[in-house]
């Protein structure tokens, strides 16, 4: 009976730890911003984690460099499951009614792994995500952060999928990139 109170008490512990790391961006999470600066050269970064969009397998990330043009901004799309992104435009946004393409300029889809878990009476199975990079203007993300309704379609070879980015949520992208214009403001 103690013994279940005590893992009751650590499961509860491990939840709460994990809801305010969602809140709070550490390293690793969804949304989480971080920034580094070259020793070999002296280039700042600014990184943001992939952000999931309300209720679906998409997620989004942003990075930005000193070196980069001014207003270009790299967005990493990111789907569950092992899959070959189209050629051609295959990130298409809907924002409030205007059909928004971008082409990837990657020629191939990067498809990693992640490890998953096993602890404390949880199991999460390994799962694959695939990826593609797409340079996009400061100027379309402010856009979409202030839209009133914006869908994102991602072309897939036999497939396609699509979610909400106009939801705000704790892990969702919209917020954090809000976070992201805000960080890449000193970057020179």
């Given amino acids: 009976m103690k013994a279940y109170g005590i893992i ?3 499961s509860c512990f491990l ?10 961006g550490m390293p690793g999470m969804p949304g989480a911003i971080s920034e580094s600066k070259s020793q070999f050269d002296g280039t700042k970064q600014v990184s943001m984690e992939p952000a999931w969009l309300y209720s679906t397998y998409i997620k989004l990330a942003l990075f930005k460099n000193s070196k980069m043009n001014k207003d270009d901004i790299i967005m990493t799309a990111v789907v569950k499951g092992a899959h070959n992104f189209a050629k051609d435009a295959s990130l298409h946004f809907n924002v409030d009614g205007e059909i928004i393409s ?9 498809i990693n792994t992640s490890s998953g ?8 199975p390994p799962s694959n995500w695939s990826s593609q990079d797409y ?15 914006v869908i994102v379609k991602i072309d897939l070879r036999k497939s396609y999928i699509e979610g909400v980015f106009s939801h705000d949520g704790p892990t969702t992208a919209r917020p954090a990139f809000r976070k992201f214009l805000k960080r890449i403001e000193t970057l020179q």
Wanted: hydrophobic share 50%; charged share 15%.
């Fill in 135 to 149: 340079v996009v203007g400061k100027e379309f993300i402010n856009k979409i952060i202030n839209a009133n309704k």
């Fill in 117 to 124: 878990f096993v602890g404390n009476g949880l199991y999460i």
């Fill in 8 to 10: 009751q008490k650590f």
């Fill in 102 to 110: 971008f082409n990837s300029v990657d020629s191939l889809t990067d």
């Fill in 15 to 24: 939840f709460i730890l994990f809801i305010s790391a969602c809140v709070t």
